[in-house]
């Protein structure tokens, strides 16, 4: 079973945990709920707008299989981009490859082979979406900015980027701060699961019970968050990572989430930002994300 660890900073305790998957995070948290350790106070079975429509069973088992509502409702806004322009189908020199090149042969070159298409090693980009939304974000909100996250992983998934995808969450105590991290698998995009962690019932009741175990107490299911501390902050500078933060960390996020388009144009921008200040070359055609007709692109690429 895997267990917290302690980090101080500034005199205060912070206990981390780290999943390597939803499922891990559904065995750490599912024998809690289904043994009443903690009495699963009656406001995280609540089916509204704050908590989401799915109940706390639903919930649960959402860890593992996604909600199929959701996903189908994602699958009408991923739009697939592919930047023929960056494709590199020349010829390069190699110590393998289809065909030798006699000069080099002769001038004793040891990569004396023809190769064909990109010698670049794949780019790589870790990434960490803040789950933390205040009480005034709406479902709609969350669900938009998943959306477009879906489109900037699929994006550069497409374009031969290896993408590490984390989610992360952020709890403030009197006595202890908590903060545990998810790794979403995106080898192989798993649209059912980007389109999980974007809903309310994630954060406000998979979240809060998640935090609560950790703990070992049983707290209100509603409780203080954060933008995140100057150590946190750091290590996301130092290690190059792209951060996604809720409106707790990012308090221009809500303004640019009350549709998909909008959504889109922020978090690819926002990317698109983060490339060029880390010189990865990897900035993304805002224009292929326009274009919405009743809801849904009209020319999804």
Excluded: W
Aim: glycine content about 6%; charged content about 20%.
């Amino acid at each position: 079973m895997i267990k917290p660890y302690n980090i101080t900073y500034k005199g205060k305790t912070i206990k981390c945990i780290d999943f390597s998957s939803l499922l891990e995070q559904y065995n750490y948290v599912s024998p809690h709920i289904k043994l009443n350790i903690f009495g699963t106070p009656s406001e995280v079975n609540k089916s509204d707008e704050f908590y989401g429509k799915h109940k706390l069973s639903s919930t649960l088992e959402g860890l593992k299989y996604g909600f199929e509502d959701n996903t189908n409702y994602f699958l009408d806004y991923v739009v697939n981009v592919k930047n023929s322009k960056d494709d590199n189908t020349g010829f390069y020199m190699d110590y393998e490859g289809f065909a030798y090149d006699m000069e080099s042969v002769v001038n004793g070159n040891p990569e004396c082979c023809l190769n064909v298409g990109s010698s670049e090693p794949n780019k790589f980009v870790k990434i960490i979406v803040d789950i933390t939304f205040s009480c005034i974000a709406t479902a709609n909100q969350i669900s938009n900015r998943g959306i477009a996250i879906t489109n900037l992983i699929n994006t550069l998934l497409l374009n031969k980027c290896i993408v590490d995808l984390y989610v992360m969450e952020y709890n403030i105590q009197n006595d202890m701060d908590v903060l545990y991290t998810v790794k979403i698998d995106t080898k192989n995009l798993s649209i059912a699961n980007i389109a999980y962690i974007s809903t309310p019932e994630y954060f406000r009741k998979i979240g809060f019970i998640t935090v609560d175990v950790i703990r070992n107490k049983e707290s209100s299911y509603g409780r203080g968050m954060s933008s995140l501390t100057n150590f946190m902050l750091n290590k996301i500078q130092k290690e190059k990572i792209f951060f996604i933060g809720g409106n707790y960390s990012d308090n221009k996020i809500l303004n640019n989430l009350d549709n998909v388009e909008n959504a889109n144009k922020y978090i690819i921008q926002k990317f698109n930002d983060y490339s060029e200040h880390n010189k990865l070359n990897l900035s993304i055609d805002l224009n292929n994300f326009k274009g919405l007709i009743n809801g849904k692109y009209k020319n999804k690429h």
